[in-house]
Antibody, heavy 127, light 109 residues
Framework: QVQLQESGPGLVKPSQTLSLTCTVS??????????WSWIRQHPGKGLEWIGY???????YSNPSLKSRLTISEDTSKNQFSLKLSSATAADTAVYYC???????????????????WGQGTLVTVSS | QSVLTQPPSVSAAPGQKVTISCSGS???????VSWYQQLPGTAPRLIIY???KRPSGIPDRFSGSKSGTSATLGITGLQTGDEADYYC???????????FGGGTKLTVL
């Protein structure tokens, strides 16, 4: 059974880059069957999708974060990462990594749902 | 403001049934809906996928349906352990983005 684990600094200063890594075990991120994703949850609020990476290197990003967001993967370590530049207090949240099976039609592919989640890690942006 | 609309809260007595609605525009109409349960202090867990399918280990007390641009989560035989936040989600093809509902807090009285 696949397991995901987030890691990274729990405290980031404003204007710096928020960086997190998700380590995947029990499955390969090189599998063509899944998107690997980041989701966050502001304190006391709902879920917000951040973005995906796919094994080809393709990424999809939430339009509201796209200008600050980089998602990448390291297949040799079976990890994928999130970098969010110019962090502000509004980026304070619990960050989850998750796996999403993909579905392809004759014209496009898209994610189906999030079937495995990491436990989440709280990142606070504060001086 | 979420693309998908859920009631902020629902409540029912133990043993009873509750439904949680999730409404949206073409995002729901065109793609599968999934539902997630988030117990206090834990990560979300998938409980319904592809509108009405249950992952292994999810009891059949949980069910899902979709009609047009709305989806519904049903929970029967409510237990105190079902108290959680529930979120619907889907892929919005027009946005090329995953979207979630704002979440519904279930209280089992």
């Amino acid at each position: 059974q696949v397991q995901l684990q987030e890691s990274g600094p729990g405290l980031v200063k404003p204007s710096q880059t928020l960086s997190l890594t998700c380590t995947v075990s029990g499955g390969s991120i090189s599998s063509g069957s899944f998107y690997w994703s980041w989701i966050r949850q502001h304190p006391g609020k709902g879920l917000e999708w951040i973005g995906y990476t796919y094994h080809t290197g393709s990424t999809y990003s939430n339009p509201s974060l796209k200008s600050r967001l980089t998602i990448s993967e390291d297949t040799s370590k079976n990890q994928f990462s999130l970098k969010l530049s110019s962090a502000t207090a509004a980026d304070t949240a619990v960050y989850y990594c998750a796996r999403a099976p993909l579905h392809c039609t004759s014209t496009s592919c898209f994610p189906l749902h999030f079937d495995s989640w990491g436990q989440g890690t709280l990142v606070t942006v504060s001086s | 403001q979420s693309v998908l609309t859920q009631p902020p809260s629902v409540s029912a007595a133990p043993g009873q049934k509750v439904t949680i609605s999730c409404s949206g525009s073409s995002s729901i109409g065109n793609n599968y809906v999934s539902w997630y349960q988030q117990l206090p202090g834990t990560a979300p867990r998938l409980i319904i996928y592809e509108n009405n399918k249950r992952p292994s280990g999810i009891p059949d007390r949980f069910s899902g349906s979709k009609s047009g641009t709305s989806a519904t989560l049903g929970i029967t035989g409510l237990q105190t352990g079902d108290e959680a936040d529930y979120y619907c989600g889907t892929w919005d093809s027009s946005l090329s983005a995953d979207v979630f509902g704002g979440g519904t807090k279930l209280t089992v009285l």
